[in-house]
């Protein structure tokens, strides 16, 4: 593929390929020689990876965002790439396998892949499978201090736990905690959905969001395993799906698929819960939440408009401060928050623009490239 292309390419892998792949990734992870150095020298904001596709189908993009123009420098087979993250030294991608069966056991899996500072390029490193019955994971992240990822699985109704290595590479499952579902006040039954996670600054909190059973639930995590501290249903016909912490650590922002509302809860890490909501706007059918890194702003999108909301940050309270007319089904910023990329699922177009910490606008819109079912993706 020329690296000038803003087309996507997805290379199909057969289940031998894959096969091959994760047993050479396994020498590699064995023998040593796959370790990646843990020190940034990335200049933020420059690449974006993009997970596309399901199945054998799957893939990752790279996109070098230089100020020369944006353009896709590497496509690799993935299977479907749900979630993508960044371990805290932007020295190392992980993808969250959504599958149903991986090994030919009933499990999803987590591949680790080394990022090269200077083109962005990745290279596999390790795969690691996740617990029995853990399948269709949907959403992970990595502790501050880089020693563990923590993966929410939505098919399983589960947490799975897995340590890194010094150098980031993903050792096997130690800590499980299986979720259960709940019965409402009418007697129907609930199935638990783990969808988002938020990891408090304390690097051992961690708050889950559960579509399923309509909760909050929060967690500590102890050695390489989790501990419940409390669940708290968010409200009746919420079904929170995605979920976003303030930087200063104090509150969570939960996005209900089911209503279409935003609530917005205080953690209290004391007593290790979050509190009730104080706070429910309607968003007019988001269907993604994000986080600016300043935390002044809290960005929504329905996938025909995007809306920055203005945060009140000694109370967490939000209130409507732009409306933009960006075509958005996923959000995410560098580090930095001067640069945002939209991608719209229904199209696949993937856009690139400035914005403005003094008002929530978005200018220099940029088309980065096409790339069809793009459903996840990371700034680093």
């Keep these: 593929m020329s690296e000038s292309s803003l087309q996507s390419k997805t290379f199909p892998m057969t289940r031998r390929a894959f096969s091959t792949s994760l047993a050479a990734a396994a020498t590699l992870g064995a023998s040593g020689k796959a370790s990646a150095t843990m020190t940034r020298r990335s200049v933020p904001g420059r690449f974006a990876y ?21 353009r896709v420098v590497q496509t690799m087979a993935s299977a479907s790439p749900a979630h993508l993250e960044l371990h805290p030294s932007g020295s190392m991608l992980y993808a969250v396998h959504a599958v149903n069966e991986w090994e030919s056991l009933p499990r999803g899996a987590v591949s680790a892949y080394a990022i ?12 690691q499978p996740l617990a029995l019955s853990a399948i269709n994971p949907s959403h992970a992240l990595v502790t501050p201090d880089g020693s563990h990822l923590i993966v929410a699985v939505a098919g399983g109704g589960s947490y799975n736990v897995l340590p890194l290595e010094s150098n980031g590479l993903p050792l096997p499952v130690s800590g499980l905690f299986k979720e259960v579902g709940f019965s409402t006040e009418a007697g129907v039954g609930k199935t638990s959905t783990p969808s988002s996670l938020v990891l408090h600054s304390d690097g051992r909190t961690l708050v889950a969001a559960d579509t399923g059973n309509e909760s909050l639930s929060t967690f500590r995590l102890e ?13 009746k016909g919420a079904g929170p799906s995605q979920m976003v912490g303030h930087t ?58 995007m809306t920055a909301w203005k945060i009140d940050r ?15 089904t996923q959000i995410a910023f560098d580090r930095s928050g001067r640069t945002i990329i939209a991608a719209h699922a229904p199209t696949g177009r993937m856009v690139r623009g400035e914005f403005s910490i003094a008002n929530g606008s978005i200018s220099g819109l940029t088309e980065v490239g096409n790339f069809s079912s793009a459903h996840s993706f990371a700034i680093l």
Excluded: W
């Design 223 to 235: 050695t390489d395993t989790l501990t419940p501290l409390h669940r708290r249903r968010v409200h």
């Design 314 to 328: 000694s109370n967490g309270r939000i209130q409507p401060a732009e409306s933009l007319p960006v075509e958005a």
């Design 116 to 127: 090269d500072a200077e083109t962005g390029h990745l290279t596999l490193q390790r795969v």
């Design 248 to 305: 200063n650590a104090r509150f969570v922002y939960a996005l209900n698929s089911e209503d279409g509302s935003i609530s917005v809860h205080r953690i209290d890490t004391s007593r290790g819960q979050t509190q009730a909501s104080h706070q429910r706007v309607a968003t007019n059918g988001a269907s993604t939440i994000a986080m600016h890194p300043s935390g002044r702003f809290l960005l929504t999108a329905n996938g025909a408009r």
């Design 50 to 70: 993009i997970g596309s596709g399901e199945a054998e189908a799957g893939a990752i993009h790279v996109v070098d965002l230089s100020k020369d123009g944006s």
